[in-house]
Structure formats: C-alpha cells, structure tokens
C-alpha cells in the first residue's frame, strides 16, 4: 500500500470513530436527558403530593387547607406593608414565616420520597422543621419587644444598637447556631446516616460512639424513671422542647402584641384584632402536639384536618385585622393614654387593674410584666429553659401513657378522642375566655373615660353658667 492510500485509509478510520463517538455522546445526552426529566416527574410528583396529601380521607381535607391558607397571609402582609403603625421590623418579622412554607413543603417531599414516611416521624427532620418555626416566632416576638423597649426609653429600637445591627440580631443569630448544632447531632441517627466504609476512622469512630451513648442514655434515663422504650417515631426531648418553645414565643408575642395596642397606639383596636386573629394559629400548633403526644396514630389524624382549619382561621383573621391596620393609617388617631388605671364591669362595680389576679402568671405576662425589664438574651434563656423543663415532662408523660393508650391493646384506647379533643379544646377555651376579659376591661375602660370626660364638661359648664 503506498503512503497516499495509507493516509486516506487513516483519514476514513479517524473519520468513522468520530461519528461514532459522536453517537456516543447524543446517545448519552438523551439518556442524561431522559434522567432528569423522570427525577424532574418524580420531583414535581412529591411535590404535588407534600402539599395535596390524600393517604386519609382527613389529609385530603386538611391538605388544601394548609396550602390555601398562604393566599390570606400573603394578603395580610400587604396590608401590614400599608398600616403606618407598623415598624419595618415587625414587617419584616412577619414576612419571615414564609420561610417555613419554604422550607416544610420540600423537607415533606423528600422525607415521603426517601423514607416513606411523614415528617413528624423522623425525628431529625421534624427538628429542623420546628425550628424554623421556632427562629421565625423568636423574630416576631422580639420585634415588638424591643419596640416596647425603644418607646420606654422614648428612642428607636431599630438604632438602640448601631454596632450589631438591629435589636434581637444577637439573640437569634445564638439561639440559630445551638438549633442548627442540635439539628446536626440528631440527624447522626442511622436511618438518616450511613457511614461509607471508605470514611475516615475518627469520624466512623465518632459518629458510632455517639449512637451508641445516645441509646445508653437514653435506656438509663427510661429505666430510671419507669418510662417504657420510645417507639421509633417518639419525639425526643429537643424536639418536643422547641414544639413547647414556639407555642410559648407565640403567645407571649400575642401579649406583646395587645401591649403594644394599649401602651403605643391608644387602644388601637386593630391591634387588639390581630392578637385575636393570631389566636388560632396557636390552637393550630395544640392540635399538633396533642397528635404528636399520642404517637401519631391514624385514629388522631382528625387533629390534622383541625390544625389545617385553625391555620386558615388564623391567617384570614390576621389579614382583617391588618385591613384595619392600614385604614386606620389613612385616618391616622391620635395616641391617647388610658383615662384612669380602673374598669367598670356590667355590675357597676369598680375594678382595680393594678391589683394582681391568676391572669398575671399566664404565659403572655412573662413578657410584659414578670420579665418585662430583662435584655433580650436573659429574658430568651429563660424562656428556653422553662420550655425544656415543661417539654421533658410532657415527653416523660407521654411515654408513661403509651401503653394505656396503644391503638391495638391499650386500656385507655376508646378514649384517646375524647382526651385529644379535651387537650386542643381546653387551652383553646381558656385562651378565648383570658382575651374576652382583656377586651371587656379595655371597653369598659373607654367607657369610664368617657363618663369621666362628660362629668368634666358638665363642671366645666357649670362653672361658666355661675361665672356669668
């Protein structure tokens, strides 16, 4: 063969190679493609399914629930942008719930998807999840702190402290580094983490001895105190301790809230109507420690579609009353301060708002009145502890009451319904009942003022008549 037919016959042979590398490579293109678009199905299918859940007839309920109760909240954060007596704190504040929905929608796919499971029963997750929502009420609870804080020193609170930035950054910037360091140590768990065999041994090493006393501790402390073993989708004590935490941030935030009204802006009544309005999304969170107490059974799943409902209550309410809020920014009411520190009720009797009454040791007087006077961090610390404390016997109960109240042979079985419903709808009663009072007391307060007033302009009249 001479050399021209040799390199021709090179020329043909590289030729034919790069087409079928070519082919190759579309060929594996397609096939990329064809993957992406299955996980991309596969994505948007649990996606699909986080947020319209229909395994029961009462997640089919509750699901469109949760889903269209953001439209109301959307609105709500509207019009709080419009109500002038709003700081851009507490907007911001209340903007930040949306990273909840941001973050629950994805984190339920994915747990569904990998685990096949609800959230709530992995516990690591359910953490994460919790605090979210604990770090967006933190916020919101704050805000309206330190404005209470700003108007006794008659400043700003947003520049009470210029080198860090606005008030209760510090506080949540801790209080998100020990949830996140939590977060971590729980997800350790070995349904969540496999360790290569190819890891390094101080980590293996590590990650097995942790396991291993979190299981020692946790079989000591329950044959200590008498408890049963967990079941696998019990709560441990941190995530119960941020479900009772998040409960707590929002009621004292609703105290502050009805303070800021009363002290701030003159008994603004759309103030006072936001508090009502948050009321139900507290009940909402009841419903769901009161599943979570039973151990999540499908006979409670009920709770569920009542969570889903006193969410859509809650948002709708907030959003009224932030409708208020922004019409009362067009007529704008002067503040006025309180006429007189007494009440009249429908018995004509005169009542002394500054003598103490059980009201006073509720939750939301931590806020305005017990703890009123301490900084942020103190004031949080404590707030967190007593959490924990009322979380690890809620917890502890709750393992005590397991075998009484299992689905299959549990004694007490026939009633958990009516011990569940008796557990949403006595803190939801009382809380009504503490506001009504409230609200009674502000009402007859204006109406005190009033006569007042009128008494004052008849002297006043009186006089004018003997002068002349």
């Known amino acids: 063969m001479s050399g021209c037919e040799a390199s021709t016959s090179m ?3 590289d030729r034919t190679r790069a087409r079928g590398a070519v082919r190759e490579a579309m060929e594996c293109a397609t096939t990329a493609a064809r993957s992406w678009t299955d996980v991309g199905a596969l994505s948007a299918e649990a996606l699909r399914g986080a947020v319209f859940d229909e395994h029961s007839a009462w997640w089919k309920l509750a699901s469109p629930l949760f889903a269209f109760s953001v439209a109301p909240y959307l609105l709500f954060l509207k019009r709080m942008n419009e109500a002038e007596s709003a700081s851009e704190e507490m907007r911001q504040a209340f903007a930040t719930l949306l990273l909840f929905v ?9 747990t569904k998807s990998a685990y096949g499971e609800v959230l709530s029963n992995i516990d690591a997750l359910h953490f ?3 605090s979210a929502i604990s770090l967006t009420n933190l916020r919101i609870l704050l805000a309206f702190r330190d404005q209470r804080a700003g108007e006794a020193t008659g400043g700003d609170a947003t520049f009470a402290a210029p080198f860090v930035g606005r008030p209760g950054r510090v506080v949540e910037a801790f209080a998100g580094v020990g ?10 768990d070995e349904r969540l983490l496999t360790i290569p065999a190819t890891a390094p041994v101080p980590v293996s090493s590590f990650v097995d001895h942790f396991r291993m ?3 020692n501790f946790e079989l000591s402390t329950s044959a200590l105190l008498g408890l049963p073993r967990p079941a696998a989708n019990a709560l441990s004590v941190p995530t119960w301790g941020v479900h009772i935490f998040s409960l707590v941030e929002w009621l004292l935030a609703m105290g502050l809230v009805w303070d800021y009204a009363e002290r701030d802006r003159g008994d603004d009544k759309g103030w006072r109507t936001l508090t009502w309005g948050m009321l139900p999304l507290h009940a909402s969170g009841i419903c769901a420690c009161t599943q979570h107490f039973f151990g999540n059974p499908a006979s409670l799943d009920w709770l569920v579609a009542a969570q889903g409902a006193f969410t859509m209550m809650g948002n709708v309410g907030m959003c009224v009353a932030a409708g208020e809020l922004a019409q009362n920014s067009a007529r704008e009411t002067p503040v006025t301060e309180p006429a007189s520190q007494s009440a009249v009720d429908s018995q004509g009797v005169v009542l002394d708002e500054s003598e103490s009454s059980w009201w006073d040791f ?9 703890w009123a006077e301490d900084d942020d961090g103190v004031f949080i610390t404590k707030v967190a502890l007593l959490s924990l404390a009322v979380a690890a016997g809620v917890r ?8 009484q109240f299992d689905p299959v042979d549990g004694s007490w079985k026939d009633y958990t319904n009516i011990i569940a419903f008796s557990m949403v709808s006595t803190p939801l009663v009382l809380n009504i009942e503490k506001w009504r009072r409230r609200e009674q007391l502000v009402i007859t307060r204006a109406a005190l003022a009033a006569v007042y007033s009128s008494a004052i302009d008849a002297q006043e009249g009186e006089k004018e008549e003997i002068e002349c």
């Open 179 to 188: 949830l996140l360091a939590t977060s971590l140590l729980l997800s350790l």
């Open 213 to 215: 006393w979190a299981d």
């Open 102 to 110: 941001l973050i629950s929608i994805p984190a339920e796919a994915y």
């Open 128 to 130: 994460l999840i919790q």
């Open 11 to 13: 020329r043909r042979g």
């Open 396 to 403: 502890g109960l709750s393992l005590y009451l397991s075998p």
């Open 362 to 370: 509720d939750v939301e007087n931590f806020g305005t009145k017990l």
